[in-house]
């Protein structure tokens, strides 16, 4: 298992996360998975066992559930694992049970704390945006939550670049702790990512996690033009992530199932072996409903992709540039930041 920097934090994590949000399955989570407190050991001792180092969840997740099925899972044995879990959607029915106002990032905090059985959480990440919420009020609670000891570092979760950016500059012109890295939806289903958010990483010394880094399985091969599974994710009501092009889907497939074929491995671990060779992305945070999808996703992280392969999987995910990518790549290349690069170079 390789390990990598998180950003220009001192903490080191594996290339491979374990995701979580398949523990416990109440709600709306039951579509994701629902795996129960001896499945979850189970399956943290196989990412263990393989060198995965840092347990990702989130309160939202199955309402607590999630959370407090990891702290059994990992009982005993907390020193082993860095853990990460998330603060911002709802949690109950009152006006303060969301968002990211003081009062509910540190009772949230809190509240986190005792359903993992620990004392402190190494990864405190913001979920989502609050536009409500004064950046200062939020960075500031983070702040009490790191100086207090209840969390190490502190990360962001689906903001927009120019959020993200403000965000960091709050945080270095008040003297707050910034964000180490951001956890994004980044796969060759749909390269958003690549407009603002990994140049932002890049340039502002960001980890990178990775969150669905297989399209909700859409890119486990099982999904071919003229193909469908008898069951998974895409077939249920859950509707992350949305397909905006589903020819160029397809097509994608395609291409990773034959080079999939020709390592003698599944196409899911060529998904993740091509977003493991991206810039900036420190790790890809993996779940599964069974022992043999988690066993092949985990495989993935000794996958070596030749550069004829990856070229191949560039080309045929290719998003189009943008305003003002295309007109910067037309009239700015002889300036271009390496940040600037991991976009328009490809189009230079």
């Not at 012109?173 to 958003?192: C, E, K, M, N």
């Not at 890049?202 to 297989?214: A, H, I, K, R, T």
Request: hydrophobic residues 40%.
């Amino acid at each position: 298992m390789e390990y990598r920097e998180l950003g220009r934090s001192g903490l080191r994590i594996s290339v491979l996360t374990m995701g979580t949000m398949s523990f416990g399955g109440t709600g709306k989570f039951a579509y994701v998975g629902s795996t129960g407190v001896e499945e979850a050991r189970r399956q943290i001792d196989m990412c263990l066992d393989a060198g995965v180092n840092l347990i990702d969840t989130a309160d939202v997740y199955s309402a607590g559930l999630s959370e407090e099925i990891v702290g059994k899972a990992i009982e005993g044995r907390r020193d082993e694992v860095l853990v990460a879990t998330k603060v911002r959607m709802p949690m109950g029915p009152g006006p303060n049970d969301a968002g990211l106002s003081r009062h509910h990032v540190i009772t949230g905090a809190e509240a986190s704390l005792r359903r993992l059985g620990t004392d402190h959480i190494d990864l405190y990440q913001v979920h989502e945006w609050d536009g409500r919420t004064p950046l200062e009020e939020t960075l500031a609670a983070l702040d009490h939550l790191v100086t207090s000891g209840k969390v190490r570092y502190v990360g962001v979760s689906n903001y927009a670049g120019w959020q993200l950016m403000k965000a960091l500059g709050i945080a270095g012109r008040l003297g707050l702790p910034g964000f180490v890295s951001q956890q994004i939806y980044y796969s060759l289903q749909a390269r958003d990512a690549e407009y603002e958010l990994i140049p932002a990483a890049v340039d502002q010394g960001l980890g990178v996690l990775v969150w669905s880094p297989l399209a909700g399985g859409l890119l486990s091969g099982r999904y071919r033009r003229g193909v469908q599974p008898a069951e998974g994710r895409q077939l249920t009501e859950w509707n992350e992530p949305p397909v905006r092009d589903q020819e160029q889907l397809y097509d994608t497939v395609e291409v990773l199932v034959d080079i999939a074929e020709g390592h003698g491995v599944s196409a899911a671990q060529v998904a993740l072996a091509w977003l493991l060779g991206r810039p900036a992305v420190t790790s890809l945070v993996i779940g599964a409903r069974t022992d043999e999808q988690l066993a092949d996703n985990l495989a993935a992280a000794d996958l070596k992709l030749s550069d004829e392969e990856r070229a191949r999987l560039d080309e045929v995910s290719r998003q189009p540039l943008l305003y003002p990518y295309w007109h910067q790549a037309a009239t700015a290349s002889d300036r271009l930041s390496p940040a600037d690069l991991t976009l328009l170079g490809p189009h230079l």
